[in-house]
């Protein structure tokens, strides 16, 4: 059964084309900076808004037509495995990433689950053989079921922490199976509703517990894994452990978990956190942890995770950027964790969909090529520290002043001088590099 027919192949057409079902910026072998989009931009598909959002929300009931459901949960699987390879095949995307619930029904026991992994896995595994298609992540959901109602791996029942254990080690070694580049921890229940009943200071001691078995697992089993943190401040908990990318660095630095985990940053929950997506991309580069990204957008008048496909320039731009500040995104890649509109309910909407946020991003590495090639933001940063580059600003960046020299030069220098920023002009300049 073909589940798209009326799309062969998405191809490039160029700006001028209007077709839903073109690319009208994304070459894949068009070379910036010495390698082809394909290369700097390694899209992914997300199998879980892709193929089981079904367009409900807190007030309506499902809107999306989905011609890929059957009459059992295990058909609408097989199901889902040969429409989801259909359409990367057709967007031309070469990577994946999947939670264990999005491509296997739980049933009835963790065993029961476990079986219904390995049978679905078996059937990705034929078409990832097929097709050349690679898994850029999998993961292990673990807040969705009830027993994860207070946490996981915070958990205040040792054997639902058990659970989360087992859950882990059948991604790992999934992971393992379909030759994974990353593997993410996303602590959708890691954080507490109240902290009169909470003991911060063990749950967190139990998180860092988990990972750490995670890599002694990851080694034993001789599959070397990048592991990767996604930060998010909130919902569903009130408040969550990896609040942000500084807050989650925090984590990984007093657990020592540097070396085995960097950051998976996602656009939206940056909103969430009250930052903009390039400040999470920047905190993480600058700790030299920048490890993957999901490519969606939030919506600033709406306190939750909308997962909008991205569609603006400007942050995807600014993401680009810091992306080939980073000197790529691999063994990452740009995952797109975006749902359609609940308007957008038709079975080629999901192709539209990711030819826009594809097309958004193809748009944002050449206007951030063009900033780089101009050294545009170097020129800006270069002149505005320009202080520090000699005199009495050489000499404390070189460690050679204290607080009692300082002190002696401070008095000695009555006028200071300033430089103004022009910071509406640099705006307007920015601008200029969008269209």
Known sequence: MEYFPNVKKVNYEGPKSDSMFAFHHYNADEVVLGKSMKEHLRFAVAYWHTMTQDGSDPFGNPTNIRTWMGATPMETARNRVEAFFELLEKLGVEYFCFHDVDIA??????????????????????KMDKTGIKLLWNTANMFSNPVFVNGAASTNNADVFARAAAQVKKGLDVNKKLGGENYVFWGGREGYETLLNTD?????????????????????????????LEPKPKEPSKHQYDFDAATTMAF?????????????????????????FEHELNVSRCYNALGSIDANQGDVLLGWDTDEFPTNLFDATLAMYEILENGGIAPGGINFDSKVRRSSFAMDDLIIAHVVGMDTFA?????????????????????????????IGASIVADKEDLESLSDYALKNNEIKMESSHIEYVKARLNDYLV
């Open 200 to 228: 911060m200071g063990l749950e967190q001691d139990n998180i860092a517990r988990l990972f750490k078995m995670a890599i002694a697992y990851s080694e034993k089993i001789n599959h070397k894994v990048q592991f990767l």
């Open 252 to 276: 990984i630095q007093k657990y020592g978990l540097e070396g085995h985990f960097k950051l998976n940053i996602e656009a939206n929950h940056a909103t969430l956190a009250g930052h903009t």
């Open 363 to 391: 748009r944002g590495l050449k206007a951030a090529a063009k900033l780089k090639e101009d050294g545009f933001f170097d020129n800006l940063r270069a002149d505005r520290y320009a202080s520090y580059q000699s005199g």
């Open 105 to 126: 029904p739980e049933g009835n026991s963790l065993e029961e689950f476990f079986a219904n992994i390995d049978e679905i896995t078996d059937l990705i595994k034929e």
